[in-house]
């Protein structure tokens, strides 16, 4: 099970920092992945990361701007989101899974979105 919690509203150029709580059977997962999805839009990948070792992977879009770490004593993933633009306004999805992927068929796990506004 995936709880993710962090979004809110932020002016442009500000900073959020959004986790994602696994609990239960967490020694199956191997990755895991940021989405999100605005309205009207196909669900995006954002960032990812192994669950053990330091790979991580971005989207062009957040790269140099978004940062995804691991608490692996806390089984929590966060992703630390600086320079906020108005376009990165949408629900963002915490997903796992036992492949590192850019695809949401990739993920077998979902938490439940969290919605970020940035407004301008």
């Known amino acids: 099970q995936l709880q993710a919690s962090g979004g809110g509203l932020v002016q442009a150029g500000g900073s959020l920092t959004l986790s994602c709580a696994a609990s239960g059977r967490t020694f199956n997962i191997w990755a895991v992945g940021w989405f999100r999805q605005a309205p009207g839009e196909e669900r995006e990948f954002v960032a990812g990361t192994r669950w053990s070792g330091s790979y991580t992977y971005y989207a062009d879009s957040v790269k140099g701007r978004f940062t995804i770490s691991r608490d692996n004593a806390k089984n929590t993933v966060h992703l630390q989101m600086n320079s906020l633009k108005p376009e990165d306004t949408a629900v963002y999805y915490c997903?796992?899974?036992?492949?590192?992927?850019?695809?949401?068929?990739?993920?077998?796990?979902w938490g439940q979105g969290t919605q970020v506004t940035v407004s301008s």
């Open positions: 997903a796992a899974g036992n492949r590192l992927g850019v695809l949401p068929y990739e993920y077998s796990y």
